[in-house]
Every structure is written in C-alpha cells, then in structure tokens.
Nanobody, 118 residues
Framework: QVQLAESGGGLVQAGGSLTLSCVAS????????MGWFRQAPGKQRELVGS???????NYGDSMEDRFTVSRDNRKNTLTLQMSSLKPEDTAVYYC????????????WGQGTQVTVSS
C-alpha cells in the first residue's frame, strides 16, 4: 500500500500561481509513474501531467503552457507548479502513483481543492 497526501490547494485569483505537493508514504524511486489529475464539477477526470521514475514527463492536452510537474525521488514527492491560473482551472487535483502493466499498483490521494476566482 502506498498513501499519497496532497497539499497546497486553496483559493487564488485569476492570473495567480499555486504550487501543489504530494508526498508518498513509501519509496517512489523505481518503476512507477506519478502524476497529477484534476476533476472539475460535472467533468471527467483528466491528466494534468505525469513523470516516470526515469524523469520522462508527459502533459495532458493544453497543460504544458502553464503547468510544470516535477518529482524528487529522494524525498518521495511530486510537485505541480501552476501559473496564470484561470477560473476554468478550478477543480479537485489528485495525485496518483501507478505502474504500467501492473493494475494492482494504482494509488490515488484524497485530492486537494483548487479554486480560481475571476
């Protein structure tokens, strides 16, 4: 079992910035992918960005311009830096850790709310 704990959400004005952090309860260094997803009310959960243990980064559609995802394997942390936030970025942001081809290794955090006011 891996517990993921997100932090850093909150209320921010449009145009502002916010940094989210996710701390894993166990060593995340090898063989997994960690990523941020978000889910807005009435919408499907979508990928924001992910990083493999080897450092390969993948962003969801239109995410790369204003979002930066990074991980620190020594500290078991995943970070999401968000800038130029828009009201449509309002969502619950989730941290996830998974392994390809290993469906039993798929863990989600509880999520952290990000609200962007206009």
């Amino acid at each position: 079992q891996v517990q993921l704990a997100e932090s850093g959400g909150g209320l921010v004005q449009a145009g502002g910035s916010l940094t989210l952090s996710c701390v894993a309860s166990k060593n995340i260094a090898s063989g997994n992918v960690m990523g941020w997803f978000r889910q807005a009310p009435g919408k499907q959960r979508e990928l924001v960005g992910s990083v493999t243990s080897g450092g390969i980064i993948n962003y969801g559609d239109s995410m790369e311009d204003r979002f930066t995802v990074s991980r620190d394997n020594r500290k078991n942390t995943l970070t999401l830096q968000m800038s130029s936030l828009k009201p449509e970025d309002t969502a619950v942001y989730y941290c996830r850790s998974w392994r390809r081809m290993t469906p039993q290794y798929d863990y989600w955090g509880q999520g952290t709310q990000v609200t962007v006011s206009s």
